[in-house]
């Protein structure tokens, strides 16, 4: 499934009653993790010095963390060249709050060489179905799947394509992730929707 110009186009392989679900999925994402490498030796001491309000505690946690407002995200960085981000609500916000947090080290007087090496590690979505689904029947229907309520109250899901994790809720929540691109979500939502649909295991008030 592809997004153009605001509308869900599906691949061949899903069937007709996957394309009209009865209710169409509220999709939101809340984390995207990212990685900046530098390729270089970070002074993580003069880096606080350059700026007092980044966190560093090396004697609990070896890298420092930089904090930035707009957009709200945390870095974190390692001495090693490697920038963590999270807290970003899509790819290009955390590519965004990467540079920036790169921009302030070089202003705060930290050589830095190259631009750094961006990548997606994972995204964190929560969706709503807006329907009931049938769990103890959904973890034999739907392969892959894991459900033990008495030690937590969601299905896990192990998609195959897009290769993703799904926790599955009986009030028809779901939380995703795994994926490193954003558009994977919207797939995996839709595919599960379709088959949840066509296998009867969701039930709409």
């Not at 007087?109 to 689904?133: M, Q, T």
Request: glycine residues 8%; proline residues 5%.
């Amino acid at each position: 499934m592809a997004f153009m110009k605001g509308i869900y186009v599906y691949p061949l392989h899903y069937s007709k009653r996957c394309l009209m679900p009865k209710t169409k999925p509220i999709i939101t994402i809340q984390n995207v993790v990212a990685t900046g490498i530098l390729n270089q030796k970070v002074d993580l001491n003069a880096v606080v010095k350059g700026y007092p309000g980044v966190e560093y505690r090396p004697g609990k946690f070896p890298g420092a963390v930089f904090r930035l407002k707009r957009p709200k995200t945390a870095t974190l960085i390692f001495s090693t060249g490697k920038m963590v981000c999270t807290g970003a609500r899509s790819g290009m916000e955390s590519r965004r709050a990467i540079l920036k947090v790169v921009s302030e080290l070089k202003k705060g007087g930290i050589l830095i060489i190259k631009k750094p090496d961006f990548e997606v590690v994972n995204i964190v979505a929560s969706a709503s179905l807006g329907g009931k689904v049938d769990l103890e029947r959904a973890v034999t229907t739907l392969g892959k799947a894991m459900y033990e309520p008495e030690q937590f109250p969601g299905l896990i899901y192990r998609m195959d394509e897009p290769k993703v994790v799904i926790l599955i809720f009986a009030s028809g929540n779901l939380v995703v992730t795994g994926a490193k691109v954003e558009q994977d979500i919207y797939d995996a939502v839709h595919k599960l929707h379709g088959s949840l649909e066509e296998q009867k295991l969701i039930f709409y008030e």
